[in-house]
C-alpha cells in the first residue's frame, strides 16, 4: 500500500480517538544517533572494547553490517561496563551516546519529521526513544484553546493549567503509569507519551524546562531513567519480568490502530512481542501500519518487510514510500487533514474523510424500532415530536442557531452574572443577540430587556418575549470579595451550581411553551475553571435532573451544542457515558489515596450522586479526620480542604493524602 491509500482511514480513525502513533529511532534522527552508534557510544562510556567486526565496519574496512545477535551482545556488555556507575552518572552516559550532533544539553534542533507529528494533539503516543524531542515539539506548538475553546483569561491554578493543556505527560512502565495508559482508553486524560523504554530527556531543553511546564518532574525523572534499557537482558526483564505493562501493552495493541513511525520494528524482541498478543488475543478490531522507506532497502542489505507475515502474524501492514525525507511531508498532510492546515487546500481538493458531528438519543422502552407501518413524511424546518412522542437529546459540533420567532424553538446561552441580577454576556451570548439583530428578530439589542426569574440571584433570564434565554450557573453572592486579579469575573463560579441552573433554564423554556431548545455550553467561556469537559458533564446531570422532576415536560427536542474538540473527541471516542449519565444518578469515581510517603493507589468506586467527599472516605475505609482533600479539576477556586462536605462531580478525581 501507499500512503494515499491509508490517509483517509488514518484521519477517520484519528476522529475517533483510536489512532495512536508508535515513534522509534528514525524519528529522532539526525539529532539522536541509531541504535549502532548508540551501542558504540555507551561501550565507550562504560569502558568496553568493540568486537573487531563492528570496529572494522565502522572504518569502512568491510560492508557486512552487523547482525542483531551480535548487536544484543555488544549491547549487554556495554550495559554491564556501565554499571560501576551511580544513577546518575549512567543516565548521563546515555545522554552523550545519545548525541548525534554534538550540540549543548538543551539546545539540538528537532528533526522535521517530528515537528510535523507533533504539530496536532495526540492523546497518546508510544516511543521506544529515550529522547525529549517530541514531547518539546508539542509543547512549543501547544495551543490548548484550539482544544478547549476560548483562549483563558484571568488567573488559573496549576490544576487547571494541568487540566486543559495539551502537552503530554511522560509514563514508565510502572504499575502506576500502566495504569494510567489502561485509564487515557476509556476515559478523558491528559495527552500521555509512553516511554516503553525509558526517558533521559535534555535534548531539545533544560529537564528544569520540562518541571515548570508540568511534563515531568524531578522524582519522574529520575525514576524514568532508571528504567532505561539497551541490553538485551534488560529487554527480556522488562518484557517478561514485568506481567503488568506486558499486559497493558498488549490492551494497547488490541485496541487501538497503531502507527509505526521511524520504529525499529523490525527488531526481534518488538516482534516477538507482537506475535504473543496476536496469539493470546486474537486478531485486534483496528490495523496497524508502519511506513518504510524503500531508500532503506535499496542497497541490499536489508531484506524489506515481508507483507504476508507482517498482516497475517502481527496484523501490521507495511506501507512503503520513498526517500527518508519525505516521512515530514507525509506527517504534514496527515495533519492538515485532521487538524488546523498551514495553508488553504488547493483549487478543487476535496475533504479525504467523514467527522461524525451529530449524536442522537431518545427516552424511550424497549427496542423501539423504527416504524414502517406510516408513510414517510417530509420533515420541517424545525422537526420534532409531537408532545406525547418519545424525547429527543441531539449532541451536535455546531454552533448555536438564531431561533425565529413563531417556530417553537428557542436558544439557551450560557452567561454569568451581575451584582444587579441581570446577566453578564459573554462571547456566546453577545453573537446571538448580534446574530438576532441581523436577521431583524429584535430591533436592537436593549439589555433591560432580560427578565430574571428570581429577585436575586438568578439562575435563567429570558430576553423580552423573544426565544432567547439564559442561564447563569454561578453561586449566589451578596458581597463578593475583590478578585485577585484584575482579569478576573466578577461573580463565583462552581461545578455543583451548573446542574440546577441548567435544570432552572430548562424549566423557564418550557414554562414559554417551547417545544425544541438548542443549549449552548455552560460556564466555559474564557474565565472557567476548568476543561470544558467537566461542565459539559454537569450539563448532562442537568437535562437528567430536569425530566426527571418534570416527567410530563412539553420539551421535546433537546439540541445540546458543542463547540469544543477537548469535549467532542472524547464524546466520539466513547470516553464519555452520554447515555448512562443521561439516565442514572449512579457515577464512577476515580479516588487517588496518596501515603505519607507520596505512594499512590488509585481506586474506581460507584456511588450515587449527590456524593460528598465524607462518603467516599466511609467508602474507602479512610479514618475521616486523618486525610485532607483535593478534587480535580477543583470544583471552584478553594485550596484542598480537610471539609467532607465538598459535592463530587461524576468527571472528578479525588485525592486524598494525610492531613498536615
Same mark, same amino acid.
Given at each position: 500500500?501507499?500512503?494515499?491509500?491509508?490517509?483517509?482511514?488514518? *484521519?477517520?480513525?484519528?476522529?475517533?480517538?483510536?489512532? #495512536?502513533?508508535?515513534?522509534?529511532?528514525?524519528?529522532?534522527?539526525? #539529532?539522536?544517533?541509531?541504535?549502532?552508534?548508540?551501542?558504540?557510544?555507551?561501550?565507550?562510556?562504560?569502558?568496553?572494547?568493540? !568486537?573487531?567486526?563492528?570496529?572494522?565496519?565502522?572504518?569502512?574496512?568491510?560492508?557486512?553490517?552487523?547482525?542483531?545477535?551480535?548487536?544484543?551482545?555488544?549491547?549487554?556488555?556495554?550495559?554491564?561496563?556501565? /554499571?560501576?556507575?551511580?544513577?546518575?552518572?549512567?543516565?548521563?552516559?546515555?545522554?552523550?551516546?545519545?548525541?548525534?550532533?554534538?550540540?549543548?544539553?538543551?539546545?539540538?534542533?528537532?528533526?522535521?519529521?517530528?515537528?510535523?507529528?507533533?504539530?496536532?494533539?495526540?492523546?497518546?503516543?508510544?516511543?521506544?526513544?529515550?529522547?525529549?524531542?517530541?514531547?518539546?515539539?508539542?509543547?512549543?506548538?501547544? %495551543?490548548?484553546?484550539?482544544?478547549?475553546?476560548?483562549?483563558?483569561?484571568?488567573?488559573?491554578?496549576?490544576? *487547571?493549567?494541568?487540566?486543559?493543556?495539551?502537552?503530554?505527560?511522560?509514563?514508565?512502565?510502572?504499575?502506576?503509569?500502566?495504569?494510567? #495508559?489502561?485509564?487515557?482508553?476509556?476515559?478523558?486524560?491528559?495527552?500521555?507519551?509512553?516511554?516503553?523504554?525509558?526517558?533521559?530527556? /535534555?535534548? *531539545?531543553?533544560? $529537564?528544569?524546562?520540562?518541571?515548570?511546564?508540568?511534563?515531568?518532574?524531578?522524582?519522574?525523572?529520575?525514576?524514568?531513567?532508571?528504567?532505561?534499557?539497551?541490553?538485551?537482558?534488560?529487554? =527480556?526483564?522488562?518484557?517478561?519480568?514485568?506481567?503488568?505493562?506486558?499486559?497493558?501493552?498488549?490492551?494497547?495493541?488490541?485496541?487501538?490502530?497503531?502507527?509505526?513511525?521511524?520504529?525499529?520494528?523490525?527488531?526481534?524482541?518488538?516482534? &516477538?512481542?507482537?506475535?504473543?498478543?496476536?496469539?493470546?488475543?486474537? $486478531?485486534?478490531?483496528?490495523?496497524?501500519?508502519?511506513?518504510?522507506?524503500?531508500?532503506?532497502?535499496?542497497?541490499?542489505?536489508?531484506? $524489506?518487510?515481508?507483507?504476508?507475515?507482517?498482516?497475517?502474524? +502481527? /496484523?501490521?501492514?507495511?506501507?512503503?514510500?520513498?526517500?527518508?525525507?519525505?516521512?515530514?511531508?507525509?506527517?504534514?498532510?496527515?495533519?492538515?487533514?485532521?487538524?488546523?492546515?498551514?495553508?488553504?487546500?488547493?483549487?478543487?481538493?476535496?475533504?479525504?474523510?467523514?467527522? !461524525?458531528?451529530?449524536?442522537?438519543?431518545?427516552?424511550?422502552?424497549?427496542?423501539?424500532?423504527?416504524?414502517?407501518?406510516?408513510?414517510?413524511?417530509?420533515?420541517?424546518?424545525?422537526?420534532?415530536?409531537?408532545?406525547?412522542?418519545?424525547?429527543?437529546?441531539?449532541?451536535?459540533?455546531?454552533?448555536?442557531? #438564531?431561533?425565529?420567532? /413563531?417556530?417553537?424553538?428557542?436558544?439557551?446561552?450560557?452567561?454569568?452574572?451581575?451584582?444587579? &441580577?441581570?446577566?453578564?454576556?459573554?462571547?456566546?451570548?453577545?453573537?446571538?443577540?448580534?446574530?438576532?439583530?441581523?436577521?431583524?428578530?429584535?430591533?436592537?439589542?436593549?439589555?433591560?430587556?432580560?427578565?430574571?426569574?428570581?429577585?436575586?440571584?438568578?439562575?435563567?433570564?429570558?430576553?423580552?418575549?423573544?426565544?432567547?434565554?439564559?442561564?447563569?450557573?454561578?453561586?449566589?453572592?451578596?458581597?463578593?470579595?475583590?478578585?485577585?486579579?484584575?482579569?478576573?469575573?466578577?461573580?463565583?463560579?462552581?461545578?455543583?451550581?451548573?446542574?440546577?441552573?441548567?435544570?432552572?433554564?430548562?424549566?423557564?423554556?418550557?414554562?414559554?411553551?417551547?417545544?425544541?431548545?438548542?443549549?449552548?455550553?455552560?460556564?466555559?467561556?474564557?474565565?472557567? +475553571?476548568?476543561?470544558?469537559?467537566?461542565?459539559?458533564? =454537569?450539563?448532562?446531570?442537568?437535562?437528567?435532573?430536569?425530566?426527571?422532576?418534570?416527567?410530563?415536560?412539553?420539551? =421535546?427536542?433537546?439540541?445540546?451544542?458543542?463547540?469544543?474538540?477537548?469535549?467532542?473527541?472524547?464524546?466520539?471516542?466513547?470516553?464519555?457515558?452520554?447515555?448512562?449519565?443521561?439516565?442514572?444518578?449512579?457515577?464512577?469515581?476515580?479516588?487517588?489515596? %496518596?501515603?505519607?510517603?507520596?505512594?499512590?493507589?488509585?481506586?474506581?468506586?460507584?456511588?450515587?450522586?449527590?456524593?460528598?467527599?465524607? =462518603?467516599?472516605?466511609?467508602?474507602?475505609?479512610?479514618?475521616?479526620?486523618?486525610?485532607?482533600?483535593?478534587? +480535580?479539576?477543583?470544583?471552584?477556586?478553594?485550596?484542598?480542604?480537610?471539609?467532607?462536605?465538598?459535592?463530587?462531580?461524576?468527571?472528578?478525581?479525588?485525592?486524598?493524602?494525610?492531613?498536615?
Amino acid at each position: 500500500m501507499e500512503f494515499d491509500d491509508i490517509l483517509p482511514h488514518l *484521519a477517520s480513525t484519528y476522529r475517533r480517538g483510536l489512532l #495512536v502513533p508508535f515513534i522509534g529511532s528514525g524519528m529522532s534522527i539526525p #539529532v539522536c544517533t541509531g541504535w549502532l552508534k548508540l551501542l558504540v557510544g555507551l561501550a565507550r562510556e562504560g569502558g568496553v572494547a568493540l !568486537p573487531e567486526n563492528i570496529q572494522h565496519y565502522l572504518d569502512g574496512k568491510t560492508d557486512r553490517a552487523p547482525e542483531t545477535a551480535e548487536l544484543y551482545r555488544l549491547a549487554d556488555k556495554a550495559v554491564m561496563g556501565l /554499571g560501576s556507575l551511580d544513577a546518575d552518572l549512567r543516565a548521563e552516559a546515555f545522554r552523550k551516546a545519545l548525541n548525534a550532533s554534538g550540540s549543548a544539553p538543551g539546545t539540538c534542533a528537532i528533526p522535521p519529521q517530528t515537528q510535523a507529528l507533533a504539530r496536532c494533539y495526540w492523546p497518546l503516543v508510544l516511543t521506544t526513544n529515550y529522547d525529549d524531542l517530541y514531547v518539546v515539539s508539542r509543547m512549543r506548538q501547544s %495551543r490548548p484553546a484550539v482544544l478547549a475553546g476560548p483562549e483563558r483569561v484571568g488567573t488559573a491554578s496549576l490544576t *487547571a493549567k494541568r487540566d486543559e493543556t495539551d502537552v503530554p505527560e511522560v509514563l514508565g512502565r510502572s504499575v502506576e503509569d500502566c495504569h494510567k #495508559v489502561l485509564r487515557s482508553l476509556d476515559a478523558p486524560t491528559r495527552p500521555i507519551l509512553w516511554a516503553l523504554q525509558g526517558f533521559l530527556g /535534555g535534548q *531539545a531543553e533544560r $529537564p528544569e524546562t520540562l518541571d515548570a511546564e508540568l511534563i515531568l518532574d524531578e522524582p519522574r525523572r529520575r525514576l524514568l531513567a532508571g528504567e532505561v534499557v539497551a541490553g538485551h537482558q534488560q529487554y =527480556q526483564r522488562a518484557i517478561n519480568a514485568q506481567p503488568h505493562f506486558r499486559r497493558a501493552f498488549a490492551e494497547v495493541f488490541s485496541r487501538r490502530s497503531l502507527l509505526f513511525l521511524g520504529s525499529g520494528i523490525l527488531e526481534d524482541y518488538l516482534i &516477538n512481542l507482537f506475535g504473543e498478543i496476536a496469539h493470546h488475543y486474537g $486478531p485486534g478490531p483496528y490495523p496497524h501500519f508502519a511506513l518504510f522507506a524503500r531508500e532503506e532497502f535499496k542497497n541490499g542489505k536489508k531484506a $524489506p518487510p515481508d507483507e504476508r507475515f507482517f498482516q497475517t502474524r +502481527l /496484523g501490521i501492514t507495511p506501507v512503503l514510500y520513498e526517500n527518508y525525507d519525505d516521512l515530514k511531508d507525509l506527517l504534514g498532510r496527515l495533519t492538515d487533514t485532521v487538524w488546523e492546515r498551514r495553508s488553504p487546500p488547493a483549487a478543487g481538493a476535496r475533504p479525504v474523510a467523514w467527522l !461524525p458531528d451529530e449524536l442522537g438519543f431518545r427516552l424511550t422502552d424497549g427496542m423501539d424500532r423504527p416504524s414502517t407501518d406510516r408513510p414517510n413524511k417530509p420533515a420541517p424546518e424545525f422537526a420534532y415530536p409531537p408532545v406525547g412522542e418519545s424525547r429527543r437529546l441531539r449532541l451536535r459540533y455546531a454552533p448555536l442557531p #438564531v431561533p425565529a420567532p /413563531g417556530r417553537g424553538a428557542c436558544v439557551i446561552v450560557s452567561s454569568g452574572r451581575n451584582l444587579d &441580577n441581570s446577566p453578564d454576556l459573554g462571547r456566546q451570548g453577545n453573537h446571538l443577540l448580534e446574530g438576532a439583530v441581523q436577521a431583524k428578530h429584535i430591533p436592537h439589542r436593549d439589555p433591560s430587556q432580560w427578565r430574571p426569574t428570581r429577585p436575586e440571584h438568578s439562575l435563567s433570564y429570558r430576553y423580552g418575549d423573544t426565544p432567547i434565554f439564559a442561564v447563569a450557573a454561578r453561586l449566589p453572592q451578596t458581597d463578593p470579595p475583590p478578585p485577585p486579579h484584575p482579569g478576573d469575573p466578577k461573580d463565583s463560579r462552581d461545578l455543583g451550581i451548573i446542574v440546577p441552573a441548567v435544570a432552572e433554564a430548562l424549566r423557564l423554556a418550557d414554562a414559554a411553551g417551547f417545544h425544541q431548545v438548542h443549549l449552548g455550553p455552560v460556564a466555559s467561556g474564557q474565565y472557567r +475553571l476548568w476543561n470544558p469537559l467537566h461542565p459539559f458533564v =454537569q450539563t448532562l446531570a442537568g437535562i437528567r435532573q430536569y425530566f426527571t422532576d418534570h416527567p410530563r415536560s412539553g420539551i =421535546q427536542l433537546l439540541e445540546l451544542h458543542v463547540f469544543s474538540p477537548a469535549v467532542w473527541f472524547p464524546v466520539v471516542a466513547g470516553k464519555v457515558p452520554v447515555a448512562e449519565i443521561l439516565a442514572s444518578d449512579v457515577m464512577k469515581i476515580w479516588v487517588d489515596i %496518596r501515603d505519607s510517603l507520596g505512594a499512590s493507589e488509585i481506586h474506581a468506586v460507584t456511588a450515587r450522586a449527590p456524593t460528598k467527599v465524607g =462518603q467516599l472516605k466511609e467508602l474507602c475505609g479512610l479514618v475521616p479526620d486523618r486525610w485532607s482533600t483535593e478534587i +480535580l479539576p477543583r470544583p471552584s477556586k478553594d485550596e484542598p480542604t480537610d471539609k467532607d462536605d465538598l459535592l463530587v462531580t461524576p468527571s472528578s478525581i479525588v485525592v486524598f493524602s494525610p492531613r498536615k
